[in-house]
């Protein structure tokens, strides 16, 4: 139960619902406190009105003339829960009625130090005030008349201070009341609101558990869960295609390498079987280096990308393009004298920065796909031209294109167009994605554009050495 608890109180709708409580509770406190302060202010504000109302009576009595006052009855017209204190002109208390019974000495200390008008304040919060009366009697019938010369009108607020304070604890039940009412609306909103986290949840823990198909729900609504979903969805989709990238790779790689390993066994089984002897054991010797090269030049190839795929920086320094393409269209005619095969560049084409082995292995590889697959007399180009910041390197053949669905997998590991003829020329598959993969850690692109029946370039963008680092 305790786990339970724990992991309910971590989880968001425990800790919204804390919250929720905690806001309920300080905003139906504070609305009580401050309900409770203005209730305060205006039982005080009343208790000196009624005061002021009462001392405006009296003295417009006193100004009427002398007055002989029969004690109850001016009791009576003032009414609960005021009081009324007479003191003699030697400020000797005289009588005390009403709630200023009790308070005696404290009002005459209070009166002795007061103006006519002033406002008392006793330490039980009630309130007074002083005021003269020349010619005043009051009659008792117990006792005669005294001559007062000082009138005390006082006013007990703490009887609606009681009132107050019932209201105060009333309204206390109410909040708590509301407290839980409110609660039990913010669990079921809370229910409601937190609804596709949890069934994102669920869709999670189904995709942990192997079902690689499930994604989680998006609505059309376009809510905040709905983007979270969408982006953990793409997430999902992304690694599911890694994963799939890596599955082809792995089987590619196996099956590449089945081949040349296949036939070397062979060679070999042979020779052990006794079916090799004289020339024939040069010529399946010949046959092993050559399906030795073929599985060496494809780990090389593997390590290369693996080794760009961790981002590994490359030599950089400040590199002559047209160089680079001048050796290699030079190699290019050498091993074949009897193609087409030029070279253009313009003039203004600033230095690239970049590893000049491997960006010579770019054109290198691009120079020699568009020589081996294409049929005999076909005339290939490289051009070279600057491009704003970057230098602009094309190879355009004149071949027989590459059909638009295949474009897009040009750049694929161990995709071939057509693997029969791949193969025949010692094609791997990883050639255009070796290409790729220099450009990009050289911080350039590829791109291609090609047109069946009408040939093929590839369009290498490579950015240049800036002004201020040529002049450094």
Known sequence: MSRRWRRWRAGIRGRLLVGFLMLFVLALGASGVITALLV???????????????????AELVRSGPQTINADQFETML????????????GDILFAIGSSAGREYELARLAGAAVPGQILRTGDDVVAVLITTPGMRMTYLDRGTDQVAHLILVNDATVDRRTVLGYVGSMAVIAFVAVLVLMGLAVVVLQIGLR??????????AIAGGSRGERLPVSDRGAETDVLAAAVNRAFDAQARAEDRARTFAADASHELRTPLA????????????GLSGDDVAQAVARIEDEVGRIRLLVEELGLL????????LESRP???ATLAGSVVEDARVIHPDLDITLRAEPGLPPVPGDAARLQQVLRNLVGNAVQHNPPGTRVGLTLSPDGDHARADVTDNGTGIAAADLPRLFDRFWRAEASRSRDYGGSGLGLAIVQAIVRAHGGRVTVASELGQGTTVSLH?????????DA
């Open 40 to 58: 305060n202010d205006y039982i005080s504000d009343r208790s000196v009105t009624k005061l002021r109302d009462d001392e405006g009576r009296i």
């Open 79 to 90: 009414g609960p829960p005021l009081g009324i204190m007479g003191l003699a002109a030697d």
């Open 196 to 205: 596709p986290l949890s069934e994102m949840a669920r869709a999670a823990d």
């Open 263 to 274: 036939t070397i066994s062979g060679w070999l089984e042979l020779y052990r079987q006794g």
């Open 306 to 313: 693996a080794r760009l795929d961790t981002g590994r920086p």
């Open 319 to 321: 590199l002559d393009l």
């Open 462 to 470: 490579l950015p240049v050495v800036h002004a201020v680092g040529r």
